[in-house]
């Protein structure tokens, strides 16, 4: 598998190191803060508080514990004393997601509206792996840490693969959370890979961990969640990014290449459709806005990185029959004879992304909830930019002028890594504001150009 993070570029200052300290200690004992849920033990004797009244219980739920204790063992013997993570429990609830029964999307999607109280996105959540990157970063700042972390990543990826083969648990039944999994697990490996000094990740992991990835990838690729009529969302933009990064660190074929362009060329026009020119997104959410913006930036700074790589030649020579809707070279907006790669006006919408975001982050005038609408607008219109809604905007007062949307036009944009603060200029703009409040992400591992990473707690 391809690298493409430079550990050594990653920095954490004292407060962050304590902070993920106390995150990695809570993390080994399997007890994990999601959707406001509080540090819960996340096993297979868990007992929760009632959520609006409910409370379940389930009869099999210990039972699969055993099940999955019996699983390991066979496979891979003692295991220091790993207790399996019960990845199929509605938290709050206690609704047990039982594999046997749950094994299909529709099966898990009913569910939803046949029992109260019960939310499917707990394990969803859960099985997105945000702190397997945290961990990862951690092991980067504590020696004595880090080889406890290293088998830990390992215990849990191997509980994770056997418990949740592909498509068949509550794990697989939301694409977007499958293909934000994608990205975790290749920023945390690429990481701790590299760290591993006593060979725990040896090449029996890797294959069975290659192999994952590239499962994962043909799942997200045969159902991508496209909206009708052309008009897609946030939700299709998390299928791309989970497909660049798997097609860019799995070993090159025919399949990963196509795999590849076709992320790259999905990429720039979605950015075309779903983002205005002055940088907002068509959803109309703060939330959504930063969380699309966040999987568009991730996703073209690791393209940069594939540029530095010998994956360049996979822009250039790659099989349209692959995969349908795939374009020819001729046909691609992208340019692998120039630096920049891709079009002007794809780079000065990111800018432009980031500082609408600076814009609508006023105290007072924006709440960042999920399903806060920053438009309130009179006009009977579906679809309208920012700079358009702006005067009819009711909650936005406050806001004197927005920025120009020519504003980084006759920009120049430094692609390498920047050699000093003063050459950050625009790049460090797009970086800070994606990453200062972000909501979705508890830890923001970005590569750049040349593989380094800047790290944002």
Known sequence: MYSFININEIMIDASCREKLRTLCDLYMQHRFDLLGSGFVKLDYNICVERLHGKRYKSRSMARYGMTAAKKLRSRYGEMLGYEPINWFVDYKSGFFFEPGSYNSVKKCRTVISDRAAVDIKCPWELGRLYHLVQMAVFAVADQEYRNDIIREFKNEMRDFMVMNPVGRTVQWSA?????????????????????????????????GFEAFIGESLRYVMERLERGRNGMNSNHYLSNLAGVIFAAAYLQSDEWTDAC???????????????????????EGSTSYHRLSGEFVVYATALVYGTLQSDRKKSYQSYMRRNIKGLRGLPSQKYDVETDRFFPQWYLDRIYNMAAFTETISIPDTVASFKRFRIFRQHSSR?????????????????????PSTESSSSTEYSLSTPSSPAALSNEATVWREFTSMSIYSPLLVIPTPRGAAKVMI
């Open 175 to 207: 694409v977007m959370d499958s293909s934000i999994r994608i990205v975790n697990l290749l920023v945390a490996y690429d990481i701790l890979r590299q760290l591993d000094g006593s060979g725990c990740l040896d090449n029996d992991f890797e294959s």
């Open 260 to 282: 590849l362009v076709f992320g790259v060329q999905e990429l720039i026009n979605e950015v075309q459709k779903q983002f205005y020119e002055e940088g907002s997104h068509i």
């Open 382 to 402: 579906k679809h309208s930019s920012f700079v358009e809604s702006f005067p009819s905007m009711e909650n936005l007062s406050s806001i004197e002028s927005l």
